[in-house]
């Protein structure tokens, strides 16, 4: 009735004195933290929603390419010349058509800065079908450009209303040429 031999002494230390109990509660707080972080980016951050209108969106698309046949049909051409130091911009149309049109837009649209995105009205200048404007501020790094007889927001496009298209990284040395998408 004493003890027995085959019976061995019970540990006296208390459970935090343990390895195993504080490595799974370190799991749980590193999978909490984890979990917690993820749910505030992703609500700081949210999706965008799929337009309502998408079938419409679609169908402006198909108008917008056929801006760009029109363009080719047309036989019209660009170049672009770009002053780095005052901003002035000047553009020779090439095309039996382009004289036609006393204003054109040119777009201009940064890949990943949509504040520093710019829409210039050119306005003709003389019967060599020049037209000219200034911009907002200097262009470094890539652009994507659209030059065009109207606005591309516009629901009511016209039949003879073109859209020529470039990509550019500035500052550019000489023309910036945009020929017809084919």
């Known amino acids: 009735m004493g003890n027995s031999p085959d ?7 208390p459970w935090y004195r343990y390895f195993w109990p504080w490595f799974l509660i370190g799991l749980l707080a590193c999978s909490m933290a984890g979990s917690i972080s ?20 679609g169908k402006g698309i198909n108008r ?8 080719a049909d047309m036989g019209l051409s660009a170049e672009l010349f770009v002053d780095d130091l005052t901003g002035d911009v000047l553009v020779v149309l090439d095309g ?10 040119l777009k201009l649209e940064h890949p990943t800065r949509a504040e520093s995105d710019q829409v210039l009205v050119l306005r003709w200048v003389d019967h060599l079908q020049r037209y000219q404007g200034q911009l907002d501020h200097a262009l470094k790094g890539r652009w994507y450009m659209t030059l065009s007889s109207m606005s591309e927001g516009a629901v009511d496009l016209r039949e003879d209303s073109w859209r020529l298209k470039q990509s550019v990284t500035a500052p550019h040395v000489g023309p910036i040429r945009f020929d017809p998408a084919r």
Do not use: C, F, M, T
Request: charged letters at 30%; zero cysteines; glycine letters at 0%.
């Open 38 to 57: 993820l749910l505030v980016i992703s609500i700081q951050n949210p999706d965008p929603l799929v337009s309502d209108d998408w079938y419409q969106e």
């Open 96 to 105: 039996a058509e382009a004289a036609k049109v006393p204003n054109i837009e």
């Open 7 to 13: 019976r061995s002494p019970v540990d006296a230390h």
């Open 64 to 71: 917008q390419l056929e801006r760009d046949r029109v363009a």
